[in-house]
């Protein structure tokens, strides 16, 4: 019963209440796009960091591999042990950093989708006000954000993350045909 009632309160607003004003929308929709492009932009520089992370990680799991080895070759079973332990210890880092960066390769390709999309809206909200398209567009960048068509700083990072998935899958094809050919 309230809730029939309640309904039909929610309906005579909603016809009472007025369109919403295109500039005060399309405000809003410039502030939500430049959160959400400077979001983008740290979401990419912590991807970056967490390559970083995993490069820097997998360097000392096979470092302490290596003296784990060497050890054993003279019966040091002392400092076989310890490092075992230390490669135990930096394959489990490297594990949680591959799921932090799986997490963060989902989470940004998200955001980017979001992102194309709102910029999608506010560019054709823009086209149903032209007056204000141009100073929309000024406002945006005057506060930090850029048109996608003359982002040259996002194409740079974007290019850098690419740079940097394919130097990582390069080192890990090429550790696995070492491994294969029984190199060190």
């Given at each position: 019963?309230?809730?029939?009632?309640?309904?039909?309160?929610?309906?005579?607003?909603?016809?009472?209440?007025?369109p919403?004003?295109?500039?005060?929308?399309?405000?809003q929709m410039?502030?939500a796009?430049?959160?959400?492009?400077?979001?983008?932009?740290?979401?990419?520089?912590?991807?970056?960091?967490?390559?970083?992370?995993?490069?820097?990680?997998?360097q000392?799991?096979?470092?302490?591999?290596?003296?784990?080895?060497?050890?054993?070759?003279?019966n040091?079973?002392?400092?076989?042990?310890?490092?075992?332990?230390?490669?135990?210890?930096?394959?489990?880092?490297?594990?949680?950093?591959?799921?932090?960066?799986?997490?963060?390769?989902?989470?940004?390709?998200?955001?980017?989708?979001?992102?194309?999309?709102?910029?999608?809206?506010?560019?054709?909200?823009?086209k149903?006000?032209?007056?204000?398209?141009?100073?929309a567009?000024?406002n945006?960048?005057?506060?930090g954000?850029?048109?996608?068509?003359?982002?040259?700083?996002?194409?740079?990072?974007?290019?850098?993350?690419?740079r940097?998935?394919?130097?990582?899958?390069?080192?890990e094809?090429l550790?696995?045909?070492?491994?294969?050919?029984?190199?060190?």
């Open positions: 019963m309230f809730e029939r009632l309640r309904a039909a309160i929610n309906a005579a607003l909603d016809a009472a209440t007025p919403p004003d295109l500039s005060e929308l399309s405000g410039r502030q796009v430049v959160e959400l492009r400077s979001a983008v932009i740290k979401m990419r520089q912590d991807y970056l960091v967490t390559q970083q992370h995993i490069t820097a990680e997998t000392a799991l096979e470092d302490a591999d290596r003296r784990g080895k060497l050890a054993a070759g003279i040091d079973h002392d400092t076989a042990t310890i490092a075992e332990q230390f490669v135990a210890k930096h394959a489990e880092r490297v594990a949680v950093l591959e799921q932090k960066l799986a997490a963060q390769t989902a989470e940004l390709g998200l955001s980017e989708r979001e992102l194309a999309g709102m910029t999608e809206q506010l560019k054709r909200l823009e149903e006000r032209p007056q204000a398209s141009s100073s567009w000024r945006i960048e005057a506060a954000g850029t048109r996608p068509e003359t982002d040259l700083a996002d194409e740079l990072v974007k290019g850098q993350i690419d940097v998935a394919k130097e990582a899958t390069a080192e094809q550790k696995a045909l070492k491994k294969r050919m029984g190199k060190p």
